[in-house]
């Protein structure tokens, strides 16, 4: 093999592991449960960002997170996050502000990775 084309193998192979076993770190992710669809609706803006719960009735709001200094909320059906318009309950300019009409807010951690295999691990707890 000629060395060029060996120096370009192990260049392709050294950038192809750094791509698969990058870890970007974590994220928490919050979301709030609510006894009515309304309830939801009034703190999330629109109908499609509620969701029916799958176990232990009532509606749930999409994931919502805060990162420097503002707030985001990921749209169901998308990955994605979105700035929250100031009408949501956790705008950023606005916390506080409003009362949530939500029963309780479960948190979620994501293990962000890059490259390939770009899965999550979640792990959830109760407030």
């Keep these: 093999m000629k060395r060029s084309k060996l120096i370009s193998l192990v260049l392709l192979a050294s950038t192809t592991l750094v ?19 309304e309830d939801c609706i009034r703190d999330w803006d629109r109908a499609d960002n509620c969701q029916r719960r ?3 009735g009532g509606y749930q709001g999409p994931h919502y997170f805060f990162y420097g200094g503002n707030s985001y909320y990921i749209p169901p059906g998308s990955e994605k996050p979105q700035p929250m318009s100031s009408s949501m309950v956790h705008h950023s300019e606005t916390l506080g502000s409003r009362r949530s ?13 890059g490259g390939f295999g770009a899965s999550s691990l979640h792990h959830s707890s109760v407030s």
């Design 101 to 113: 009409h939500s029963i309780s807010t479960h948190e979620t951690t994501h293990i962000v990775r």
């Design 54 to 56: 799958m176990t232990g």
């Design 19 to 37: 791509a698969c076993s990058e870890d970007r770190g974590s994220r928490t992710t919050s979301r709030e449960v609510y006894k009515t669809r």
